[in-house]
Nanobody
Framework: VQLQASGGGLVQAEGTLRLSCAASGFPFSYYAMGWFRQAPGKEREYVAG????????RYADSVEGRFTISRDNAKNTVYLEMNSLKPEDTAVYYC??????????????????WGQGTLVTVSS
């Protein structure tokens, strides 16, 4: 299983970034996917999750209405569109593979495989 996150960078507050996570080594369309983040000095936290088809999504309260998770099963890729970015969104963002059942999206224990992370820095 490989998960390759990309798209991070430096952006000004209120700006937009789109993260991508290319997956390989498993039947991508069978599994839920998620995005987590870890800011310096803080614990890793849940950002968003999506079920196998893309028809069900879940968000952390802190990003609801600003971030959108989506997936393209033909391209084995999951995305995180981030709008109206705030300095407090600064973190390393990780994609992760969930289970076939999208039951507890916010629980990191539901995610068996993790990508290497991509750094997002939001300047004020």
């Amino acid at each position: 299983v490989q998960l390759q996150a990309s798209g991070g960078g430096l952006v000004q507050a209120e700006g937009t970034l789109r993260l991508s996570c290319a997956a390989s080594g498993f039947p991508f369309s069978y599994y839920a996917m998620g995005w987590f983040r870890q800011a310096p000095g803080k614990e890793r936290e849940y950002v968003a999750g999506i079920n196998w088809s893309g028809g069900v999504t879940r968000y952390a309260d802190s990003v609801e209405g600003r971030f959108t998770i989506s997936r393209d099963n033909a391209k084995n890729t999951v995305y995180l569109e981030m709008n109206s970015l705030k300095p407090e969104d600064t973190a390393v963002y990780y994609c992760a593979r969930g289970s076939k059942i999208f039951s507890d999206a916010q629980n990191s224990r539901e995610y068996a495989y993790w990508g290497q992370g991509t750094l997002v820095t939001v300047s004020s």
